[in-house]
């Protein structure tokens, strides 16, 4: 597109000034010298951007396959393959919408000789999912900056960024237990491995009953063998308005993150043969495909065939739920999370605010508690923006559920609001654990490979 | 490339340092040309302090606190907008004039007016300079601050009218023989008052009487009624209750106001057309003895009076009360903040009329308008006292920001100047006019023209900063195409100007007709050439 810029119009005015000032005071000089005037407009009229500009761009990424929160390098190369000398070169890098640019600037204005080469670096913040880098938009300008000619150009290199949560590649091996797809509970029974002896009650099993002693004192005792339990692990995925916030503009919502994490347990303790539930908590009807289950919530029960497809498709609402929330709200300080709750799926939901006053009112956390069965252990995925973990944890440990943490840990920068957001968080996380649950708090400057291998140990040797 | 692409549109620091320094080099250069160099200094100080000014009036993050500063500025900015062209005027005269010849006049008042102009156009070029490193010249910023400065102007505008009536009127009074203006306008007042608050005694005047109560009742239950009564008395059990009482009176107020309105026609009536006698005939003596009494008692009038104004004055400060408990403290503030700066305007000139109308008097004795001293600021003086005369000076300087301010607000309003080069295109033009005016002074011609070149160097620079911020961002590498955009900029202008040097060069040998005649075809060729370069565009 060839614009034409009526930059150096005001010359005329400014000739015709210096004339009058010239007759005005009889200075012969000014006359003279409305040349200087002229000779600019003359420079904008004639000067026009040549046929033979010819510029090529190749973009290269960092890293195509980071995990999200990651900040990942982009450079763009711009050449001048033309024969003439370019004066204004302006580009913009066809960043994806979606993606927000942490460090540098994806646009640049320089000068290039024939041959000449440019590069323009920035990075941006890796979120879930795949995204496609549009053409750059380049605009040439003339010297006096009254002709500019605007296109879009095709980028060669690459042109996409994936970021997605494939687990082949994560050492698990270590975390996994040898009996592993069974729980060792506290009380006697049967079982293998030898717990405590009792006296003997009419009913007990007779290969039970220890012969030798009652061959010494003559009387019946009972052998409690440590009972083991199959082991059903349920993965609680806190998807609520209130933890779809993000520290920065652009960085992954706190239930984003706590899906991924969320993700990456399950597809481990799938190769491990664990028994594993999915349930996400406070996603929309029209973000789960299918709908959401009665009471609320999105579940999926390990049972069911295509477990595994039906979990991603929860950890991919978790998702689209956060970009509908971040469409619609204006980014900006999220670094303190505003219940608007658009998106509860209930109109009676109500904010917990104590870890055991308002839990009861809670439909969400109600759901949870009454779905959950008998012999499970709980992890629970949160980034703690508000009460409603803790209270969950709480309520999960006075009913005597294994229960783990695994919190994303969302402050960022020197901010005060930041820093309020932290020692707030750090507060929960401190009740949680006082409840009886075991914390992870996962900084995301770590890999969450480390944080998780903790959460898969602690899960195992409980 | 959008280019609604919502940027800051503040523009890249190489392009502002060019601006910055090219203006600032220039009008040092220029300013050493103009001999009243106290008015120059001061002229540069009112260009940076009025952006100062529209800055603090747009300053967001306080609000009030920015328009007091802006409202308080007000004056300096005037003052030196005063001086700049009054100080140059007067300092320049003192130094022109008188003229040995008639024929030396013309050339005076040429550079008189140029070395005004010279100083004005550095002013601009200094305010729009400074303007553009904040970008603070928009529509609405322009406008605000215009708000502001009138505001501040109502406050000495009126004190100043006050005094000045006040003045006016007693120098009226002291002369004795003549009708002062004070007794035609107590008769006039007497006529209309005396019926109302001074009534003749010894008959009725039920009418005038009942408008009064009416009046008195409204205002009171008007007062009663926006008075917070039941929301300060206590919650208690126990506690009166207030609210009947309140009601009750309020109710018997009212029921007294309508009553008192329909009997003051029918009174009105009687009195008028059935006169006293046959009044005091129609009623009995004791009734008519007491009407008497009650209605023509001027104590009982006055009370009735304040009555009203009480009310009526309760009215409204609850009113305000509760608007500006509502408005937030910046917007309250805001909208009083001019008022308050106005009025310490007011207070300063009043604390400074002494020593600033000596002053104004020496300086205006040293200059040939010395006569004018003695004949007119001397006797003005003596009637209206100092205080009055400052102000009226503060007033009408003020008046003068109003008038720059106002004009700015229209070019920018009309978008013949537009919001995002508006800093850097009134620099360009302050520059550009100085320059050219300067030729006319004892200024080098190597000035004149640096002068005219930095002048389109300076604009070139600042708008294309400008649309490239706007484009491209601040965050950008850009420093490389800006200093070549530039470069080249500044080289077109050399070439400008060696052909400026050329010409002149040539024309000066070669010349052998009357000046009028080579002046005039001059104008020809000009004429030619921009019709040349219209075509070719």
Request: glycine share 10%; proline share 5%.
């Amino acid at each position: 597109m060839d614009r034409r810029v009526r930059r150096w119009s005001g010359g005329l005015a400014a000739a015709l000034f210096l004339v009058s000032v010239s007759l005005l005071t009889a200075e012969p000089l000014l006359l003279a010298a409305t040349a200087i005037p002229l000779i600019y407009v003359a420079y904008g009229a004639l000067s026009r951007v040549s046929a033979g500009t010819d510029l090529q761009a190749t973009r290269s990424v960092s890293d195509a396959q980071p995990t999200p929160g990651e900040p990942v390098a982009v450079e763009l190369t711009l050449t001048n393959t033309g024969s003439n000398s370019l004066t204004d070169v302006r580009v913009i890098d066809g960043v994806p919408e979606e993606l927000a640019v942490v460090e540098g600037s994806p646009r640049l204005c320089t000068s290039l000789r024939p041959d000449e080469s440019a590069t323009l670096s920035y990075a941006v913040m890796a979120k879930r999912g795949t995204y496609t880098f549009d053409a750059a938009a380049v605009r040439v300008r003339t010297l006096s900056a009254s002709d500019e000619v605007t296109v879009d150009l095709p980028v060669a290199g690459d042109g996409t960024l994936t970021c997605s949560n494939t687990v082949s590649e994560v050492p698990m091996a270590d975390a996994t237990l040898p009996r592993a797809g069974t729980l060792p509970t506290d009380t006697g029974g049967s079982g293998l491995e030898f717990h405590s002896t009792r006296s003997y009650q009419p009913g007990d099993p007779v290969n039970r009953i220890d012969w030798r002693r009652y061959a010494k004192t003559d009387e019946l005792t009972t052998i409690d063998y440590r009972e083991e339990q199959a082991v059903r692990t349920v993965l609680v995925v806190d998807a609520r308005p209130p933890a779809r916030v993000t520290p920065v503009p652009g960085f992954p919502t706190g239930a984003e993150l706590s899906a991924y994490a969320a993700e990456r347990l399950f597809d481990a303790l799938s190769r491990t043969s664990v028994v594993a539930s999915v349930c996400a908590v406070g996603l929309a009807p029209e973000d789960v495909p299918g709908g959401l289950d009665p009471d609320g919530l999105a579940w999926v029960d390990a049972s069911g065939g295509h477990a595994a497809a039906h979990a991603r498709q929860i950890f991919d609402s978790v998702g689209r739920a956060a970009a509908r929330q971040s469409d619609t709200d204006a980014p900006g300080d999220a670094a303190v999370a505003e219940d608007e709750s658009p998106q509860q799926p209930r109109g009676e939901a109500t904010r917990v605010t104590t870890a055991d006053g308002g839990t009861i009112e809670d439909p969400d956390l109600l759901a949870v508690l009454a779905r959950l069965p008998p012999t499970a252990q709980v992890v629970v995925f949160s980034p703690a923006a508000d009460d409603w973990a803790v209270s969950l944890v709480s309520s999960l440990a006075v009913r005597e559920y294994p229960t783990t943490l695994v919190s994303p840990s969302l402050a960022r920068g020197d901010s005060l609001g930041a820093a309020v957001a932290g020692t707030e968080r750090t507060a929960r996380l401190q009740r949680a654990e006082l409840s009886g649950a075991t914390v992870i708090d996962w900084d995301l400057d770590s890999p969450i490979d480390v944080a998780l291998r903790a959460s898969l140990a602690d899960l195992f040797s409980v | 490339m959008d280019d609604h692409t919502t940027l800051p549109t503040r523009m890249p620091w190489t392009s502002l340092a060019t601006v910055v320094g090219v203006t600032a080099l220039l009008v040092a250069g220029l300013l050493g040309t103009v001999s009243a160099d106290r008015a120059a200094l001061v002229g540069v100080v009112t260009g940076v302090l009025l952006s100062l000014s529209l800055w603090l009036s747009g300053w967001d993050r306080w609000q009030a606190v920015g328009t007091v500063l802006a409202s308080v500025l007000a004056l300096p900015v005037a003052v030196g907008l005063s001086v700049a062209t009054g100080g140059t005027v007067v300092s320049l005269g003192a130094e022109l004039f008188p003229v040995t010849s008639q024929a030396g006049v013309r050339p005076a008042v040429v550079r008189l007016l140029s070395q005004v102009i010279v100083v004005l156009g550095c002013l601009t070029a200094v305010f729009g300079a400074t303007a553009a490193t904040r970008g603070v010249v928009d529509t609405e910023r322009v406008g605000a601050y215009g708000g502001v400065v009138v505001r501040t102007t109502a406050v000495p505008f009126t004190v100043g009218l006050v005094l000045f009536t006040q003045g006016a009127v007693d120098f009226l009074q002291s002369n004795a023989g003549t009708p002062g203006i004070q007794q035609l306008t107590g008769k006039l007042l007497t006529r209309v008052l005396d019926p109302i608050f001074d009534p003749v005694p010894g008959r009725t005047h039920i009418a005038i009487f009942s408008l009064l109560l009416a009046l008195a009742a409204a205002a009171l239950a008007r007062g009663l009624d926006a008075l917070p009564l039941s929301e300060l008395v206590p919650e208690t059990s126990d506690a009166p209750d207030v609210d009947r009482a309140v009601a009750a009176v309020e109710r018997t107020l009212r029921w007294t106001g309508r009553l008192a309105l329909l009997v003051a026609p029918v009174a009105g009536l009687f009195e008028l057309g059935l006169g006293q006698e046959s009044l005091a005939g129609l009623l009995p003596v004791g009734l008519y003895e007491l009407i008497v009494a009650v209605t023509a008692a001027p104590g009982l009038r006055g009370l009735l009076w304040w009555l009203f104004l009480s009310g009526a004055v309760v009215s409204v400060a609850v009113w305000v009360l509760r608007r500006t408990v509502q408005s937030s403290a910046d917007r309250v503030g805001s909208v009083l903040a001019p008022y308050v700066g106005g009025g310490v305007i007011t207070l300063g000139a009043v604390a400074v009329a002494g020593p600033a109308v000596d002053g104004i008097e020496t300086a205006l004795r040293a200059t040939p308008a010395a006569a004018a001293v003695e004949q007119f600021l001397v006797p003005v003086l003596d009637v209206y006292g100092a205080e009055t005369v400052t102000l009226a000076l503060a007033v009408v300087a003020l008046f003068s920001v109003v008038g720059a301010v106002g004009q700015l607000w229209v070019a920018l309003a009309t978008n013949y100047l537009r919001a995002r080069t508006a800093g850097v295109t009134l620099a360009a033009a302050g520059l550009f006019g100085a320059s050219a005016f300067a030729a006319t002074l004892s200024t080098p011609t190597w000035l004149v023209l640096a002068g005219l070149v930095g002048a389109v160097v300076v604009w070139d620079a600042g708008s294309f900063g400008t649309t490239l911020g706007h484009e491209v961002g601040t965050g950008a590498a850009t420093r490389r195409a800006e200093l070549v955009h530039v470069g080249g900029t500044v080289a077109v202008g050399g070439v400008g100007a060696v052909a400026t040097l050329g010409l002149s060069g040539v024309a000066r040998g070669s010349i052998a007709v009357e000046p009028s005649v080579a002046v005039a075809g001059l104008v020809v060729c000009l004429v030619a050439v921009l019709a040349l370069v219209a075509a070719i565009r």
